[in-house]
């Protein structure tokens, strides 16, 4: 067989069935490919790569040209084939041709959407996708937070909606959509990753400024995440685009199924670490502040203004360990970092904590336990539990009952330095008992710590006043 090779069939006689003709010409064709590509003859077993290409294009080339039924001839040559190869071969090692301006964008596509293209699943997840992140490269840099009074995030205390605001809408969205991948993964439930890329990266799409309008005003968010799909062709060709409405719909309520509790609970974690990166952007907690300045807390915000009311106590048995807390908080008394510090002694026998480290160990402790509601708190849910939490170790005698009023979890308290200096800050004060001894605790303090004389809370000052 020199220059090329030829693979024959001759179909005369007119009863030979048409299917099984069909069959005998595509193995023809790729036998015919493979031994081109090989150079080699059939006996031949030495190692090769072997292009392929799919029979079914094998089958569009012998339907266009007439063959297969009954009526003519049927021939196959290589020539004839090898552009279908040629053809099969670029497409495939053509690059992709979506260009992001934003590099984060650019690699999150890399990793998790191109993929989708060369998948089992039909391309259209990869079309749904690549243009979701085109909006969010064009308008993306947008907040990711919302302020109609009518949605979720405006019941937010005013500075975690303010913090929250610090993190962009691309950011957040390519946050929770590598979030939903990660809880996948590591669940073994990889098979819905592309459903989970698209309603992860539409779920607060509608908060970009081109896309505002009626439904936004109203603070449903999520109902204009579905409008902005539905314009999307590739969306509509979707078996399961109902499930994925739902899934957005019902990101902020409560879910119904794997897909949506997944992109729940990675919306959740994503808005957690968001919110603790912007506090640790925030300017120290001890620094000294102007006689008008308020410490700068999201738990405590106004708290002293507020007239106390009874705590709307939460049963909190079935995952809170309060002995565990207690060994947890121990390691951050009198520690450092800068001259940042979370929790500091006092050698009249109190220890004050941020109680910021009392709702971290909480949202671990019922994560163990698997209680994700509480892991996914707002700021007002989670005064409740830490209210919660405080009245529990009163029962156990470790809050400093003097120096904390009955209804709160906190006081803000007015540390005196040597120099004269004083500053404001909101604590949780204990009896050092439960962590050991005071004295060691003193010998541990440095820096700024060591500066300390005398520590007040606010209702204290008053009542001298």
């Known amino acids: 067989?020199?220059?090329?090779?030829?693979?024959?069939?001759?179909?005369?006689?007119?009863?030979?069935?048409?299917?099984?003709?069909?069959?005998?010409?595509?193995?023809?064709?790729?036998?015919?490919?493979?031994?081109?590509r090989s150079g080699k003859k059939p006996k031949n077993t030495g190692k090769q790569e072997i292009e392929k290409i799919p029979i079914e294009r094998i089958a569009e080339w012998w339907i266009k040209n007439g063959a297969g039924h009954g009526m003519a001839p049927c021939e196959f040559h290589i020539e004839k084939l090898a552009p279908l190869w040629r053809e099969e071969k670029a497409a495939q090692d053509v690059s992709e041709d979506h260009e992001f301006q934003n590099a984060r964008i650019q690699e999150f596509y890399k990793l998790h959407i191109q993929r989708l293209r060369h998948a089992s699943q039909p391309s259209q997840h990869h079309a749904i996708c690549s243009e979701l992140l085109s909006l969010l490269d064009k308008e993306g840099d947008c907040s990711s937070v919302v302020n109609v009074s009518r949605?979720?995030?405006?019941?937010?205390?005013?500075?975690?909606?303010?913090?929250?605001?610090?993190?962009?809408?691309?950011?957040?969205?390519?946050?929770?959509?590598?979030?939903?991948?990660?809880?996948?993964?590591?669940?073994?439930?990889?098979?819905?990753?592309?459903?989970?890329l698209i309603v992860a990266l539409a779920h607060d799409i509608g908060k970009l400024p081109s896309i505002k309008g009626y439904l936004y005003s109203l603070g449903e968010h999520p109902l204009t995440a579905g409008r902005v799909l539905s314009e999307i062709d590739a969306f509509g060709q979707l078996a399961k685009k109902d499930e994925l409405l739902r899934a957005i719909k019902h990101h902020?309520?409560?879910?119904?199924?794997?897909?949506?509790?997944?992109?729940?609970?990675?919306?959740?974690?994503?808005?957690?670490?968001?919110?603790?990166?912007?506090?640790?952007?925030?300017?120290?907690?001890?620094?000294?502040?102007?006689s008008s300045e308020k410490p700068m807390d999201f738990l405590a915000e106004e708290v002293e203004e507020k007239k106390a009311e009874a705590p709307k106590l939460l049963n909190i048995s079935a995952w809170f360990d309060a002995k565990a807390m207690l060994e947890q908080m121990r390691p951050q008394i009198n520690h450092l970092a800068g001259r940042r510090f979370a929790a500091f002694s006092?050698?009249?026998?109190?220890?004050?904590?941020?109680?910021?480290?009392?709702?971290?160990?909480?949202?671990?402790?019922?994560?163990?336990?698997?209680?994700?509601?509480?892991?996914?708190?707002?700021?007002?849910?989670?005064?409740?539990?830490?209210?919660?939490?405080?009245?529990?170790?009163?029962?156990?005698?470790?809050?400093?009952?003097?120096?904390?009023q009955k209804n709160y979890f906190g006081a803000f308290f007015t540390i005196t330095m040597k120099s004269g200096v004083t500053m404001k800050g909101y604590y949780t004060p204990f009896?050092?008992?439960?962590?050991?001894?005071?004295?060691?605790?003193?010998?541990?303090?440095?820096?700024?710590?060591?500066?300390?004389?005398?520590?007040?809370?606010?209702?204290?000052?008053?009542?001298?006043?």
Request: aromatic share 4%; charged share 25%.
């Open 1 to 36: 067989m020199t220059g090329g090779i030829t693979g024959m069939i001759d179909m005369t006689d007119m009863q030979v069935n048409t299917a099984l003709g069909a069959g005998i010409c595509f193995l023809a064709g790729i036998i015919g490919l493979m031994l081109w």
């Open 252 to 290: 902020h309520k409560k879910p119904d199924n794997l897909l949506g509790k997944t992109l729940k609970r990675a919306d959740q974690i994503a808005r957690q670490k968001e919110l603790e990166q912007a506090q640790e952007r925030l300017p120290p907690l001890e620094a000294p502040m102007k």
């Open 151 to 196: 949605d979720v995030e405006a019941s937010w205390n005013s500075t975690t909606y303010t913090l929250l605001g610090q993190t962009n809408l691309m950011d957040h969205s390519l946050n929770v959509a590598e979030e939903a991948v990660r809880l996948l993964e590591e669940s073994d439930a990889g098979y819905i990753v592309p459903d989970a």
């Open 346 to 404: 006092m050698a009249n026998g109190y220890v004050y904590f941020h109680p910021k480290i009392i709702e971290e160990i909480a949202r671990k402790q019922a994560e163990q336990a698997g209680v994700l509601d509480v892991v996914s708190m707002e700021a007002e849910e989670m005064r409740q539990v830490l209210l919660s939490i405080v009245h529990q170790l009163r029962q156990d005698d470790v809050i400093a009952e003097g120096l904390l």
């Open 431 to 465: 009896h050092a008992e439960p962590f050991g001894s005071i004295a060691t605790m003193e010998k541990s303090k440095t820096g700024i710590l060591l500066d300390f004389v005398t520590v007040e809370s606010l209702h204290e000052l008053s009542e001298k006043n």
